[in-house]
């Protein structure tokens, strides 16, 4: 069972039946940009998990911090040194009509080992010139109890920011909507200033609604109330359509909302005929079809049933019925662009223009021009900006033309950070160490401004050579360059755990020497 195990990795209103619990007032603390920030080069970090687009800007969440550009990459402006980001991990990212809100999160030790938790939010009203924190809504209660019609339901208290990390963001105007493995789906009406308890069914009912007599706790998690809890009140996706819809994802299906979050209609592998692949709801995301239908995309992961597949589900009624499509793929995000649907996947970009009938694949993201490419075909993001397709991996952020007479992920232009060497002779790899199971290892060097033919070799810790990665390579001086090791020898096996040493051999004479240590 995958989902009892998850720590990972958007009306009409009537107060007293709408099954939300106020908390106390969060802190918010604004900080004001004190002077323009210094465009850099290159991103923040080379794993970028989250991806969004607005108007002209580019927006991604790395490991390494916020991250916008809007000029296609030419510079950067990195918001990891503002206050408000500080831990500065990037679990989501939402340009929203009014304001652009991101969650934050960071490792935490526990007695249990080390954990993920959740920092807070924060959000800009001014495209970034601007940053208001706000603290992660922590419940101040054990157990408590809200209205919900004549009922009243239980709800267990998330007291800790442990496991409390909030996947996903959406937002309408001032209203946002935050979806949290243990702390659930939650709704602020004051741009973060108090925040309440959504309710959702529990994985025994497919409906809910405030005429209802109910008998149920709100538990996410294990505690007093449910000694499991509930798998879809952990959510991992909240998504606002834009037909005011609402939709909110979790280890058990996909949840909608057309009376603004007041009750639901829960859908499932089990509950229906055209269902969806798989319970585990990650992504979801609306499509404004030619013929003006709203069409509502969803990435599927298995949860419970061993029949629950990988792959992507969309509806056009609403959630009655469901298209299921590249079936047995992992996938993790959406993008589109007019009637064409991009899909973040395990597999690369896969790209339908005819309404998800055929799809075709980005293949191997490589950039001619500085002969670099990515090893991973795993795409974790991706979004649209008018000229290009962008893609966030684990290697770094790419871009593509795809427009009619462009042949689609054949031109890739890449934007990866490093430390520059430029005249000083010196050379690194990175990552160091490495596991070759799990990655490579990228050689870094330059030619000291010249046009030159580089070799680069491995050896052991007794000197032996045991790979040549490349042999008088042609290399242009005007940029440095990244040789690939992925750990094996010239006979295809993966060298044993240790420190090898590499040489760069600049035009047969230029040496330059590095060592990198091999952990399996």
Known sequence: MQSKNIILFHTFVIIFTIGILDLHSQTIRTYKLDEVFEPFSSPPS???????????????????????TVDNGA???????????????????HPGTTAIWTSTGYRKETSAGS???????????????????????????????????????????????????????????????????????????????????????????????????????????????????????????????????IWAGTA???????????????????????????????????????????RVWTTNWRADDANERYGVSYTDDRGENWTNVLHNIQAYDFAFRDSIVYVATEEGVMRSDDGGQTWIGSGSIVDHDIRQRFVTREVLSVATSSEYLWVGTSEGIARTEDYPGAR??????????????????????????????????RIHYDTNNTEANVTVELFDFAMNRIRTVIRSAGRSGNQEH?????????????VPNGVYFYRVSIDGNNERWGKVMVLR
């Open 482 to 494: 990244d040789e690939i090791w992925d750990g094996t020898d010239d006979n295809g096996n993966i």
């Open 408 to 441: 689609f992920g054949y031109e890739w232009k890449i934007f990866r950070t490093f430390t520059e060497v430029a005249g000083t002779n010196n050379t690194y790899a990175y990552p160091n160490p490495f596991s070759p199971s799990l990655t490579v290892t």
């Open 252 to 294: 058990n299906g996909v949840n909608l909302s057309t009376d603004g979050g007041i009750s639901w209609r829960k859908y499932n592998f089990q509950n229906q005929i055209n269902g969806i692949l798989g319970n585990w709801v990650i992504k979801i995301a609306d499509q404004e079809m030619p013929d003006g239908t709203l």
């Open 46 to 68: 080379n794993s970028a998990s989250h991806a969004s687009s607005q108007n002209d800007s580019l927006w991604f969440g790395t490991s390494g911090g916020l991250t916008r």
């Open 115 to 245: 954990q993920q938790a959740g920092s807070g939010y924060t959000y800009s009203l001014d495209k970034g010139e601007t940053w208001h924190y706000v603290e992660q809504p922590i419940d101040d209660f054990n157990v408590d109890t809200l209205d919900y019609g004549d009922n009243r339901i239980p709800v267990l208290g998330i007291t800790t920011d442990v496991n409390n990390i909030t996947f996903s963001m959406s937002s309408l105007g001032n209203e946002a909507w935050t979806a949290s493995f243990a702390g659930g789906l939650r709704k602020s009406n004051d741009l973060g200033e108090t925040w309440r308890h959504v309710i959702l069914p529990p994985d025994y009912l497919d409906s809910i609604s405030p005429d209802d007599e109910l008998n149920f706790a709100l538990s996410p998690v294990a505690g007093q109330l449910i000694p499991e809890g509930y798998l879809n009140h952990r959510v991992f996706a909240v998504h606002v359509a834009r037909d005011s819809t």
């Open 75 to 93: 510079s950067w402006i990195h918001f990891r040194a503002d206050e408000a980001f500080q831990p500065h991990g990037i679990f989501s990212v």
